[in-house]
């Protein structure tokens, strides 16, 4: 599967973005779908991920409550919604993709830079 990052910009601080993850090669449903996020100088990080069995991840505790994932299958498009954006949000996103039978992420999309100015 070949994924497709989009939706980043910049924004201020309160603000909300809506980032698009696109597939294609296989449906999206086959897989475990997860956004990332890496600042300069910082570890890659976790921030949501979805799966069409319903078992989700939790979402850590930095985005929680203001970060939301959600996946269309006809589209084949994975979301995540962005809201009250803080400036320690500013980072590369990058969603990928995981068999469910396997725990490592095994396909990556290019990332996507979302800035949040103070």
């Known amino acids: 599967v070949q994924l497709q990052a989009s939706g980043g910009g910049l924004v201020q601080a309160g603000g909300y973005l809506r980032l698009s993850c696109a597939a294609s090669?296989?449906?999206?449903?086959?897989?475990?779908v997860g956004w990332f996020r890496q600042a300069p100088g910082k570890e890659r990080e976790f921030v949501a991920s979805?799966?069409?069995?319903?078992?989700?991840?939790p979402y850590p505790d930095s985005v929680k409550g203001r970060f939301t994932i959600s996946g269309d299958n006809a589209k084949n498009m994975v979301y995540l919604q962005m809201n009250s954006l803080k400036p320690e949000d500013t980072a590369v996103y990058y969603c990928?993709?995981?068999?469910?039978?396997?725990?490592?992420?095994?396909?990556w999309g290019q990332g996507t830079l979302v800035t949040v100015s103070s």
């Open positions: 979805i799966s069409w069995n319903g078992v989700n991840r």
């Open positions: 990928a993709a995981r068999s469910t039978f396997m725990t490592e992420y095994t396909y």
């Open positions: 090669g296989r449906a999206l449903s086959w897989y475990v």
